[in-house]
T-cell receptor, first 116, second 111 residues
Framework: AQTVTQSQPEMSVQEAETVTLSCTYD???????LFWYKQPPSRQMILVIR??????QNATENRFSVNFQKAAKSFSLKISDSQLGDAAMYFC?????????????FGQGTRLTINP | KAGVTQTPRYLIKTRGQQVTLSCSPI?????VSWYQQTPGQGLQFLFE???????NKGNFPGRFSGRQFSNSRSEMNVSTLELGDSALYLC??????????FGPGTRLTVL
């Protein structure tokens, strides 16, 4: 079974600084997707960034980027120029690629605090 | 496009009762997945429906069931509620496996 592990229950960073959230996963599949979701206090899950396993290039979305190390099964999220609105729970998630592969496996989450 | 909507947003039930939660996906999305979120167990996959058929199922007891209608709207039902069923129930819709869009959730409290 696939598993996703986030080893940092909580992280904090000063506004405008950079923070990296860690995620490791375990799977025997070779083709899959990895995601970072953000869940603010409103509880609405928001997709931050997506990485296809077959792509070697790391995904980037504005201030958010990932470091995808397929051999090491590592998928970290870097947030640059942190803003107060970035404060939230961040979840790393995995799903295999293919028809019917809609099951997301989530990590336990990392609570990110932004200090003004 | 309107996002994923879930009703009701909050629900309070007592042990032994049953409950039905509703989810309307984004227009054009045919897959609807349900997740349970609790402080202890985190986010866990319940089941997924596609074109009115259950395509995936998580490791939950038979008290948890669901269905999907021809317009892709989905309902999940929990019978004989237990205290441990108190959770945030999230619904997500998707067109492909590479992006799921979540609704705001239904907060269920079982007393």
């Amino acid at each position: 079974a696939q598993t996703v592990t986030q080893s940092q229950p909580e992280m904090s960073v000063q506004e405008a600084e950079t923070v990296t959230l860690s995620c490791t996963y375990d799977t025997s599949e070779s083709d899959y997707y990895l995601f970072w979701y953000k869940q603010p206090p409103s509880r609405q899950m928001i997709l931050v960034i997506r990485q296809e396993a077959y792509k070697q290039q790391n995904a980037t979305e504005n201030r958010f980027s990932v470091n995808f190390q397929k051999a090491a099964k590592s998928f970290s999220l870097k947030i640059s120029d942190s803003q107060l609105g970035d404060a939230a729970m961040y979840f790393c998630a995995y799903t295999r690629r293919g028809q019917g592969a809609q099951k997301l496996v989530f990590g336990q989450g990392t609570r990110l605090t932004i200090n003004p | 496009k309107a996002g994923v909507t879930q009703t009701p947003r909050y629900l309070i039930k007592t042990r032994g009762q049953q409950v039905t939660l509703s989810c309307s996906p984004i227009s054009g999305h045919r897959s609807v997945s349900w997740y349970q979120q609790t402080p202890g167990q985190g986010l866990q996959f319940l089941f997924e429906y596609f074109s009115e058929t259950q395509r995936n199922k998580g490791n939950f007891p038979g008290r948890f069931s669901g269905r999907q209608f021809s317009n892709s709207r989905s309902e999940m039902n929990v019978s004989t509620l237990e205290l441990g069923d108190s959770a945030l129930y999230l619904c997500a819709s998707s067109w492909t496996s590479h992006e799921q869009f979540f609704g705001p959730g239904t907060r269920l409290t079982v007393l």
